[in-house]
């Protein structure tokens, strides 16, 4: 297959909108190649987008739709001969997920956190996610053996521990949600600052999170630690994430990337004391993360409208239910998590709502190096994914911003800098943020570019970059983004113009890290007595079968070579 | 006026999806395309005129002047009027699920019987059922937070459970009974109930609900004042405490 004329972005490649020629061959990208031609004359072309934090599959997506038969009704699409039907809209089925990505112009969505005892669950969900590669997140932050493993400060033991839990779970990195708050609100409470030890635990989340990062690195995993911090929503708990992010200054990255990735930093970035003075501390955030370079964030920018709300933090989604008084399901996971989920509608009129949205608008614009901040709406938390279009077309123009601010509570413009803020972004930066800055970040080589050995994950959108300015004709931008001409996924044409034409499997990602076998060895001891003593279930059907994952793609990693690793 | 009959040509077994029968829809459609409007049959995709015999005047009318008469067992047939504007809708029969749900204006009238979720979600006009009807009648559909905005719906006999449940607006008068929580989280409009019911009211927040037979009353209820109505005494209560409630239910003092 060879694509046409397309005006390229690939900033990983240096490549910012040049006239280049495709080509395909077996799913990859190749010098030259034979076949079917795509006509992109003068069209935007980039590589599939890649969204590196998204709730796509699990417990608790599948929660959020058995909460929500109202959201089911918003997106009913019915079977045609290549598509089975989909619905909803904040929480779709699984088939329309992969369906939806792929109008995008997505070909990989990683889902964000599951425990390892929810993960096979969440492997049946991704696996009938047709069209896009994934992979998912496994939650260590508030984990019993973690937690026991700090307070001996046996980091060699916790390094056997999640490269174990990885296996188990067949996830793909480590994900911290709250640290030690999962298991503190398993006895009713929450954990304040990170300094603050969790009740019964005798860890602090500071301990949790420097340690992870710690055998993150030592086990060279190919993402780093991907963290939710404490006291996420509250007002003033930018203090929180700053104090937080110090802790992995002197931590040396394995490989070439950040040490920590900070999930939907926008709702880490609140100051004031309470809701009435709520304001915007997006700026101290940009800065930070203009000062250094070991961190990276996507912003988790909220929209206007309807999203569901889910995480593993728990206690905040108690609070959450008390304050909207709306319906709410909370669930404990034995010894490793908790979760909640809460449907809401974000609303232009309401002052915490407006601000909300212009912080997440504040960290994308402030923060000067795209490949440090990424974009998502932390999907459905924000809002639903379908919305990206909306999010790009904000970036790039200050005047679709300013209508926006003007349509919202005053407030919005009085409490953050959004109005000051002249930036508008480019194509280039936007590739960046979509494409090769979440591919960099998750580690993922052959994904988020358009090189030569690259998976030929393409995506070709109606729209001429040299003639279009997306500063006055954003509506067209929007447009554009939000179905793209050609969607290519593996060399398969799998969208053309909103219609599926083909839903190919995708493939999924999960880590195999090796460590020494005694290390293995005492942390089994530990897992055999929690599992004796507290577990519902046994250990000998704890871990996720291959058969779960029918096609994955494995990476190595691990301090040792692969020949060590234990059985 | 325009006037188009329709005869069931059989007795359904599956149920059948027939949205399109609405005055709203048939006014600008002349007979021969009303004849080919899509319905659905379980999964069968069919023709109207594959299952129902369409008869009528042939000249297009305005919605305001389309009458649609429904004569036999509509008992199986699904979402009859759903969203119509304007119109009359009369049903000689019973009629199936869901019917007059989002209905925004017009006359529904129904003979015979109205099976569950009649007029959930409706916006204005008016539904007379005359004889019992199901369900959930005028309520939210499932999950969803607000039921019946406006409009009329009259029951001349008596209602199943969760009458009017999530209602913000609008008036539900039933003759007879109704079965468990009839007005459970409302938000707003009336309901009158002819005879008994039991727990009406649960999570109400906003709106009134009258009952003249006897009423099985949630704990959660504060007595108020007695009241007369059109020479009934009536024993009023404020609630539901559980949720700060300030709706207003009043219970005959003579039947308790």
Not at chain 1, 92 to 107: D, K, M, S, W
Request: net charge negative; aromatic share 8%; with cysteine.
């Amino acid at each position: 297959m060879i694509i046409r004329g397309g005006i390229v972005y690939d900033p990983a490649n240096g490549i910012f909108g040049e006239e280049i020629d495709l080509c395909i061959d077996r799913g990859r990208i190749v010098e030259d190649a034979k076949g079917e031609e795509i006509d992109a004359h003068d069209l935007l072309v980039m590589a599939g987008g890649v969204d590196a934090h998204s709730h796509i599959a699990g417990a608790k997506v599948n929660a959020g739709r058995i909460m929500r038969p109202d959201d089911a009704r918003l997106g009913m699409e019915q079977a045609t001969a290549v598509c089975r039907p989909s619905t909803g809209y904040t929480v779709p089925n699984c088939y329309a997920i992969g369906y939806r990505y792929a109008h995008l112009g997505y070909t990989t969505a990683f889902e964000a956190a599951t425990p390892i005892l929810e993960s096979r669950h969440t492997h049946e969900e991704l696996e009938e996610i047709p069209i896009i590669d994934k992979g998912a997140l496994t939650l260590f932050g508030s984990n019993w053996e973690v937690m026991q493993c700090v307070r001996e400060n046996d980091l060699k033991k916790l390094a056997a521990y999640v490269a174990w839990g990885l296996r188990a779970s067949k996830g793909y990195g480590v994900k911290i949600v709250n640290p030690g708050g999962g298991e503190a609100w398993g006895f009713g409470a929450n954990v304040k600052g990170i300094y603050d030890p969790v009740p019964n635990f005798d860890v602090t989340p500071a301990e949790i999170m420097k340690s992870l990062a710690q055998v993150n690195e030592s086990l060279r995993l190919p993402h780093s630690i991907h963290v939710h911090f404490n006291n996420l929503g509250k007002p003033g708990n930018y203090t929180t994430a700053i104090e937080s992010l110090d802790l992995f200054k002197d931590i040396k990255p394995s490989r070439m990337r950040q040490v920590v990735h900070v999930a939907h930093m926008q709702f880490s970035a609140y100051g004031g004391t309470s809701w009435k003075d709520f304001k915007s501390e997006a700026p101290a955030i940009a800065d930070y993360f203009n000062k250094n370079h070991f961190c990276t964030m996507d912003i988790g920018q909220i929209l206007f409208g309807s999203a569901t709300t889910m995480t593993a933090d728990a206690p905040l989604e108690y609070g959450n239910a008390h304050l909207l008084h709306t319906k709410w399901s909370n669930h404990d996971i034995e010894l490793e998590e908790s979760s909640g989920v809460v449907p809401l509608v974000y609303l232009r009129k309401n002052p915490v709502n407006a601000i909300q949205w212009a912080i997440g608008m504040e960290l994308a614009l402030l923060t000067k190096d795209p490949w440090n901040v990424i974009l998502t709406t932390d999907h459905p938390n924000g809002s639903p994914f379908v919305n990206y279009p909306e999010v790009v077309s904000l970036l790039m123009s200050k005047v679709k911003r300013q209508e926006e601010l003007s349509n919202i509570h005053e407030l919005a413009s009085k409490r953050t800098t959004l109005t000051g803020i002249e930036r508008e972004m480019d194509w280039c930066d936007i590739a960046i943020m979509t494409r090769a800055a979440p591919a960099k970040i998750l580690g993922l080589e052959d994904k988020g570019h358009l090189g030569v050995g690259a998976d030929a994950d393409v995506a070709v959108y109606d729209l001429r970059p040299e003639e279009v300015d997306p500063s006055t004709q954003h509506d067209l931008v929007k447009k554009a983004l939000a179905v793209a001409k050609y969607t290519i996924k593996g060399g398969v044409l799998a969208s053309r113009d909103g219609e599926i034409m083909a839903a190919p499997v995708g493939r999924t990602f999960w880590v195999d890290a090796s460590v020494a076998k005694e290390d293995e060895e005492r942390m089994m001891e530990d897992l055999k007595e929690k599992f004796d003593r507290y577990y519902s279930i046994k250990l000998s059907n704890y871990m996720v079968q291959d058969a779960y994952v029918p096609n994955p793609v494995v990476i190595k990693a691990g301090a040792l070579p692969v020949e060590e690793v234990a059985p | 006026m325009r006037t188009i009959t329709l005869r069931p040509l059989r007795a359904f077994e599956v149920s059948v999806e027939a949205e399109t029968i609405s005055p709203s829809r048939f006014a600008s459609l002349t007979l021969g395309q009303i004849r080919t409007q899509e319905v659905f049959m379980g999964n069968w995709k069919m023709k109207l005129a594959d299952l129902f015999k369409v008869e009528g005047d042939e000249p297009l009318a305005t919605p305001e002047e389309t009458t649609i008469v429904l004569e036999g067992d509509f008992s199986k047939v699904k979402r009859i009027g759903e969203g119509m504007g304007a119109g009359t809708l009369e049903v000689r029969g019973n009629v199936g699920m869901r019917a007059g749900s989002g209905m925004k204006g017009g006359l529904m009238m129904i003979r015979g019987n109205a099976d569950d979720w009649l007029g959930r979600e409706m916006s204005g006009g008016k539904i007379v059922v005359e004889e019992n009807a199901g369900n959930y009648i005028g309520s939210g559909y499932r999950g969803e937070k607000y039921g019946m905005r406006g409009g009329e719906i009259e029951i001349g006999g008596s209602a199943g459970a969760y009458l009017g449940e999530h209602m913000c607006a609008g008036t539900i008068r039933v003759k007879g009974d109704t079965g468990d929580f009839p007005g459970a989280v409302n938000q707003g409009g009336t309901i009158f109930i002819g005879g008994d019911t039991y727990l009406p009211g649960a999570e109400m927040t906003k709106g009134s609900i009258m009952v003249r037979g006897k009423a099985t009353m949630l704990p959660s209820y504060q007595k108020a004042e007695v009241v007369t109505l059109e020479g009934i005494q009536y024993q009023k209560y404020v609630g539901d405490l559980v949720e700060n409630g300030k709706g207003e239910l009043y219970v005959a003092t003579n039947s308790a």
